[in-house]
């Protein structure tokens, strides 16, 4: 379905929108215009370096699907890589507008739109990894449907693959306040990003930009033992976490964790 809408709605009450089909809503047509403002893909690039490439080619992978493909960033950074890239993603905006950067960057992207918790429908073959980046998992609101989805990951990955998910450091912010260095992730100059409001069960930010253009996303504030034990207890082994981008850190001191999990083999009856 293709929403055309040309402002994001939450209605009388935003902090009672704890729904995760509300995405559909909140990438409208003129956020994902300011999105790469957000990011600067040249900054994004310096920041976080050879990371996920490194850490995809030392495992052997070859064939990537990128489930939160957004404007396209990282599908591009592995295509330019040399990776066999399939780009889902679950906002037609989105999408178009990633098809539209890879053109121009001289790349066909292979865009499906999917929602995760039914990703396997939409797919044919297996990936050497799965990579869900831009702290899209907190988009989901409910512990089934994080569950669902990482099924539908590991449904689609090779045995012995790996999954990437990247996330916010809420345990810092809901313990000690909001505060991040714009380092790695959103490198955009002049864009102001932070938490509204926040609880245990919403974390309601709000982008504004250079023209003072305002927006908003409601995220689930998910916190990083949480989501190592789900990933653990949905079929995934040998997890390991970071701390933007270094193996050892100041539990309070990054802004993103990156986790890295194993899809782990059957065993045969």
């Given amino acids: 379905m293709t929403l055309h809408t040309q402002k994001q709605d939450y209605g009388p009450n935003p902090l009672t929108i704890r729904d995760t089909n509300h995405y559909r809503f909140e990438y409208i047509r003129d956020f994902v215009t300011h999105w790469d403002e957000l990011i600067d893909w040249e900054a994004r690039a310096n920041s976080e370096g050879r990371f996920f490439i490194d ?8 064939r990537v699907l990128d489930v939160a493909t957004g404007t396209g960033f990282h599908s591009v950074r592995l295509l330019q890589a040399g990776f066999d890239v ?5 906002s037609q ?5 990633a098809f539209e ?3 121009h960057r001289g790349f066909a992207l292979q865009p499906v739109q999917a929602d995760w918790r039914w990703l396997s429908r939409h797919l044919h073959g297996q990936f050497d990894a799965v990579i869900c980046l831009g702290n899209s998992f907190t988009h989901l609101f409910s512990d089934w449907e994080r569950r669902k989805a990482l099924l539908e990951f590991s449904l689609v990955l090779r045995h012995n693959g790996i999954l990437i998910i990247d996330q916010r450091n809420y345990d810092a912010i809901l313990d000690n306040g909001f505060s991040c260095k714009h380092a790695y992730y959103y490198c955009g100059e002049n864009v102001k990003v932070g938490p509204e409001y926040i609880d245990d069960g919403l974390a309601r930010f709000r982008y504004e930009f250079p023209d003072h253009s305002v927006f908003h996303l409601h995220m689930y504030p998910l916190r990083k033992n949480y989501v190592r034990k789900l990933l653990t207890e949905t079929g995934f082994n040998n997890v390991k976490t970071y701390g933007d981008f270094k193996e050892t ?9 990156i986790h890295l999990a194993e899809k782990a083999q059957e065993v045969a009856n």
């Fill in 101 to 103: 950067n890879a053109r």
């Fill in 249 to 257: 850190y100041r539990h309070e001191e990054p802004d993103f964790f």
């Fill in 93 to 97: 905006e989105m999408l178009a507008k």
């Fill in 55 to 62: 850490v995809l080619r030392q495992r052997g992978v070859k």
């Fill in 86 to 90: 399939v780009s889902a993603d679950g």
